[in-house]
């Protein structure tokens, strides 16, 4: 084994891997599918967020959180699906990823269920405005959308949202308990003049606005 700098215990290979973890089961490997179905279509049809894992050709990754009306992922056919890009930072890592490295991975989630949903497959940017016109929301079409051809796609289970209590109420945290956005930018920048309590204040006010948001 390799090691790292931090302890020598470590797992450099699949066979060390399965030695500790143990194999999957027939039933777990036969959730996999290179198509939706009748059944699974709804998991991302009322899914309002999912997450979009990227990668450039240097093989660094970003993840990304993307949001809207359930349904707002369009499902062309089974193994077609229509993500519209809604205005952001501009940063756009996700997008230049792609423009790289076609290969994505999706995440989708649903309030309140613990089961997600997860597809990999190949990601092409898109600007056919018939396409994007069903994506309208509040009277825009986006000018953008990622279109991903299918390659994989399965249930996860609720393990993990089990054991987070994830939708738990009374685990959910007081965003006020933690640092804002001002804060952590005046830190980053290490700028005594900067106002991170306006900055704040203003961003509430254009999200109120709902400014930016399509």
């Known amino acids: 084994m390799a090691g790292h700098p931090r302890t020598p215990h470590t797992i450099d290979s699949e066979a060390a891997l399965r030695a500790l973890i143990g194999t999957p089961t027939d039933i777990v490997c036969a959730k996999l599918s290179d198509r939706l179905n009748p059944l699974t279509r709804p998991l991302i049809e009322r899914s309002p967020w999912l997450c979009l894992a990227t990668c450039d050709a240097a093989g660094n990754l970003d993840v990304s959180p993307r949001g809207d009306p359930a349904g707002f992922v369009r499902i062309l056919d089974d193994v077609t699906l229509l993500l519209p ?103 980053l920048q290490a700028r005594d003049d900067f106002d991170a309590a306006t900055y704040d204040q203003e961003r509430a006010a254009r999200y109120a606005r709902r400014e930016g948001f399509y």
Request: glycine share 8%; proline share 7%.
């Open 85 to 187: 890009e809604r205005p952001g930072n501009r940063i756009a890592d996700s997008l230049r990823n792609i423009v790289a490295n076609p290969r994505v991975g999706l995440l989708f989630v649903i309030p309140g269920v613990g089961d997600s949903f997860r597809v990999n497959g190949r990601a092409t940017l898109v600007t056919d405005r018939a396409l994007l016109e069903p994506c309208a929301v509040e009277g825009k079409v986006p000018a953008l959308g990622i279109l991903v051809d299918i390659e994989a796609a399965f249930t996860q289970c609720s393990k993990a949202a089990i054991r987070a209590s994830l939708w738990d109420p009374t685990r959910f945290i007081d965003r006020a308990s933690l640092p804002s956005s001002g804060e952590i930018l005046k830190l």
